[in-house]
């Protein structure tokens, strides 16, 4: 079993800054991609941000310039510093990952937080 906690969500103004993080810990051998989404009331989640395991990262346009990822390999940890925050990035945010638990198997599984609530008042 592989678990994901998020942190670090909070209610600020706009303009302000959050960082979350991600934790993963359980049957980890390596962990290839991971990332973050976000889904508002009545919207799909999509995807903000995603890095894989060599470090290559892409961000959604609405958050380049603002959101910046950093990952610790040796911690499987994830994080995600939000700068200049909008309303519209009020949203509950997910980490997602691709985990392989053993190395027998190269079989990967994607795993889910139960998230953290991002909220940006006007």
């Known amino acids: 079993q592989v678990q994901l906690v998020e942190s670090g969500g909070g209610v600020v103004q706009a303009g302000a800054s959050l960082r979350l993080s991600c934790a993963a810990s359980?049957?980890?051998?390596?962990?290839?991609?991971m990332g973050w989404y976000r889904q508002a009331p009545g919207a799909q989640r999509e995807l903000v941000a995603e890095?894989?395991?060599?470090?290559?990262?892409k961000y959604v346009d609405s958050v380049k310039g603002r959101f910046t990822m950093s990952r610790d390999n040796a911690k499987n940890t994830l994080n995600l510093q939000m700068n200049s925050l909008k309303p519209e990035d009020t949203a509950v945010y997910f980490c997602?990952?691709?985990?392989?638990?053993?190395?027998?198997?190269?079989?990967?599984?994607?795993?889910w937080g139960r998230g953290t609530q991002v909220t940006v008042s006007s």
């Open positions: 359980g049957s980890i051998f390596s962990i290839n991609f």
């Open positions: 890095i894989t395991g060599n470090g290559s990262a």
């Open positions: 997602g990952a691709d985990v392989r638990s053993t190395s027998s198997s190269s079989r990967q599984f994607r795993y």
